[in-house]
């Protein structure tokens, strides 16, 4: 398996980072269940499978965490998003992405409705479990601090390839 460059990553890191995306993009999409209560195509079509991507997503997340471990000597250098601030943000993301799905987990089996993966009961129904409802209250105001991130995310990216640096948006490419 070919492992990142100095100067760019790898295919695997590429499809870890936009699958990523594109998983969260569809979790987002729960935002639009809270209009006219879901009663709409994407209410019933999209962000009825938010639990089931949430799912999903951690066990994605997890594999990519593993995968960028394995890669920190390879990572492309980039003087301009080696600072402080940019290594902060990278860890908040990836932080936030594992915190997500552990909330919303901790939402769904502290309030007694276990935990379903494909129609398979993971963890039962029982009953309800304060310690988790408290937790998994956090889910959604989680969920904006995840938006406001990514949208720095991709704010910086932006930035930097506006200011010159094409390398950068060209090595996730």
């Known amino acids: 398996m070919r492992h990142d460059q100095h100067h760019h990553y790898a295919t695997l890191t590429k499809l870890f980072h936009w699958v990523t995306a594109a998983l969260i ?3 987002f999409a729960k ?11 994407v209410g019933e079509h999209i962000a009825s499978f938010h639990i089931t991507v949430g799912t999903v997503f951690v066990l994605l997340v997890i ?15 980039n003087p301009q998003s080696s600072t402080v601030l940019s290594r902060l943000g990278h860890l908040a993301l990836y932080a936030l992405m594992l915190l997500m799905p552990l909330l919303g987990i901790c939402f769904m ?5 276990g935990l379903k ?3 398979w009961q993971i963890v039962a129904r029982g009953d309800e479990i304060p310690l988790l409802i408290s937790l998994g209250s956090l889910h959604s105001p989680a ?22 640096d094409k390398k950068l948006i060209k090595s996730m490419l």
């Open 143 to 164: 969920a904006w601090v995840l938006l406001i991130t990514i949208l720095g995310h991709v704010g910086m990216a932006i930035k930097h390839t506006l200011s010159g």
């Open 31 to 41: 935002f639009f269940d809270r209009i006219n209560d879901g009663e709409h195509w």
């Open 63 to 77: 594999a990519r965490i593993l995968w960028a471990f394995t890669q920190l000597k390879h990572r492309p250098v």
């Open 117 to 119: 993966l494909f129609d």
């Open 25 to 27: 993009l569809w979790q």
């Open 109 to 113: 089996v502290g309030n007694g409705y």
